[in-house]
């Protein structure tokens, strides 16, 4: 393709934007006092009591639209993206002095003209919202030891506990006779030659992103296992939260609400009725909408027929399973050590910063809880060597994922990622941070590395970026090399500070680090979810490994691959799961 077809003309910039800049004085230096981070994915939102349910000043009414908080004057009001909707932010900009048109939404942090009716970019803005995102996880912390009288981690190791097979009691038999029926055989079928649980999902409408997150949520194994073996039982738990008897419990099982409008939305209840359905042995696809109709309900700004972002999807229903499945007993602090549900139990990680004064050596250190983690491509170098080495390693195989020649200019690696996240790098001038030693705002080093591993690490890659200078935005198609095992222990905080301070190791002002993280750094890829298209049109396919075998999930066709396909597939998401599985200790005896 021509690259002059390629060629985008820049928007003109919103001039209502530009009539605030001119009138207001760094109208966005105070905005990240304003702004708060939510844990899961480190997303900004405009900060508030977390009681406090916004709601818009004209009509009262805080969903499905969206709302706007207006930058001068701070009245929030709502705005409906739908030709029909009505749009109260831009009555309260045609009514206000000029300098209202511009607000900020309330939920995500964006920058919004109320006349124009349509999202704009602000650097200043931008920067903003990006210092407080630095801000949350380097400051506010308990002052840390100066690394001048370093502690690294202690590699306490727990102790390991011997698996021993189960093997049900009388009782149990009874329940299992009682309570179960036998499993179809599919290899009675030889054309039916497919693992069990592996089934089509219909498309109900542009919802390609959420079919490729789900498939690979369907067979992340410690998940699989935890719904399967029915940890969460949707009849129970619907009951227990309808509370009104039986009645409600058997209106849930039928699929409706029986018009009750307090039956709570639960989205781990639908995961549940969706592992019962994939896995009952029935191979005509499933369609997802019972599922799809409860995240609308969970992320009201995203309830529409429109592509989404799989990314997106998968932080909000992750999210979604996490506030219904624990409200009413979560801890201040169980979030971060990934033991308040399934969702954190299963992806919740820790990652460790250290940001270090150039001027005297002391070192700020803050934990922040993660459940993915999102790398950038490696720096376009163009060689030549890179691209005869891709070229000759990676041949075009005929697939939509196979990109062109030009794209393979600096093959990025996903262990050059990490490695590039994890590596020390300078703040710029216009980054310093107030030293406690020095007391004053001094130049500094920060350093990403991981704390502690989840059982199942998701990896997004920044395929969508946004130029301030072309004022637009485009999707980034280099491919990126990637492998079935992973070695995690390379980017382990234990790890970083063992070359960072040899081999003393002393306990890190009174932490105690999982050593078992060593144990386990070794993960295996059984999931690849890919995007091919260009940013406001693409499609999302799921790549998952069963049973030694590659297979390609398109919706609701199911296609056997060979590995060199997925190799050279676009990847936007990679699912690995930890090699060894350890047990925790406990004092109960098991008998064998």
């Known amino acids: 393709m021509s690259p002059k077809i390629n060629a985008q003309i820049s928007p003109q910039p919103c001039p209502h934007l530009a009539e605030f800049r001119r009138t207001s004085t760094k109208p966005f230096l105070a905005l990240h006092n304003c702004l708060r981070i939510k844990p899961p994915g480190g997303r900004a939102a405009l900060r508030r009591d977390p009681d406090e349910v916004p709601r818009c000043g004209a009509c009262g009414l805080s969903s499905p639209s969206r709302l706007y908080a207006c930058v001068t004057c701070a009245a929030v009001s709502c ?307 890179k691209m005869a080495t891709a070229t000759s390693n990676h041949s075009c195989n005929g697939e939509a994922d196979c990109m062109n020649s030009s794209q393979y200019c600096g093959t990025s690696t996903l262990t050059g990622c990490l490695k590039r996240f994890t590596r020390a790098e300078r703040l710029g001038a216009d980054q310093k941070f107030f030293c406690r030693q020095c007391q004053v705002r001094q130049e ?45 222990s390379p980017y382990l905080s234990s790890t970083i500070l063992r070359s960072r301070f040899g081999n003393r190791i002393f306990p890190f002002d009174g932490d105690e680090p999982d050593g078992s993280d060593e144990l386990c750094s070794e993960f295996e890829l059984f999931a690849v979810v890919t995007h091919t298209g260009k940013l406001d049109a693409g499609h999302y396919v799921t790549y998952l490994r069963l049973s030694n075998r590659w297979y390609k999930c398109d919706d609701a066709w199911i296609t056997q691959v060979d590995e060199h396909i997925v190799r050279a597939a676009q990847c936007y998401m990679m699912f690995y799961v930890q090699k060894m599985l350890y047990y925790k200790a406990t004092d109960k005896q098991v008998a064998s």
């Not at 920060?446 to 969508?464: A, D, G, N, T, W």
């Not at 970026?465 to 070695?487: A, I």
């Open 444 to 488: 500094t080093l920060k350093q990403m590395s991981i704390r502690k591993l989840p059982l199942v690490s998701c990896f997004h890659i920044k395929r969508f970026e946004h130029s301030s200078t072309r004022k637009m935005s485009r999707k980034v198609d280099r491919y990126l090399q990637f492998p079935f095992s992973l070695d995690m």
């Open 79 to 385: 705005h409906s993206s739908s030709s029909t909707g009505s749009s109260h932010a831009a009555v309260h900009a045609a009514s206000m002095p000029p300098g209202h048109q511009i607000a900020i939404d309330v939920d995500r942090a964006e920058l919004f003209c109320c006349a124009c009716r349509d999202q704009v970019y602000d650097r200043d803005f931008d920067a903003a919202v990006v210092i407080s995102q630095t801000a949350a996880s380097t400051l506010g912390a308990d002052p840390p030891p100066a690394i001048t009288s370093p502690h690294p981690e202690n590699l306490r190791k727990k102790r390991r506990v011997d698996y021993r097979p189960w093997a049900p009691d009388l009782r149990e038999r009874a329940l299992i006779g009682s309570c179960s029926g036998p499993i179809a055989d599919d290899t009675a079928d030889p054309s039916l030659d497919l693992p069990r649980g592996l089934r089509g999902l219909n498309n109900l409408g542009n919802t390609c992103f959420m079919n490729s997150v789900l498939q690979a949520l369907l067979h992340t194994p410690p998940l699989r296992n935890y719904f399967l073996s029915d940890r969460h039982n949707r009849f129970f738990c619907q009951k227990r939260n309808n509370g009104d008897g039986d009645s409600g419990a058997t209106g849930k099982r039928n699929g409706s609400n029986n018009g009750n409008k307090n039956a709570r939305i639960c989205l781990a209840c639908d995961m549940d009725a969706m592992f019962s359905a994939v896995f009952s042995g029935d191979r005509v696809p499933y369609s997802p909408a019972k599922f799809l109709y409860s995240w609308w309900q969970h992320a009201a700004n995203l309830a529409s027929y429109e592509q989404q972002d799989a990314h997106e999807f998968f932080i909000s229903m992750l999210d979604g399973i996490h506030e219904k499945v624990e409200k009413g007993r979560r801890k201040p602090d169980t979030e971060g050590n990934g033991d308040c549900c399934i969702a954190h139990k299963v992806f919740s990680g820790i990652l460790r910063s250290d940001v270090t004064c150039m001027a005297c050596g002391f070192t700020s250190t803050t934990y922040d809880p993660c459940i993915d983690i999102s790398l950038d491509l490696e720096p376009n170098q163009g060689g030549s060597n």
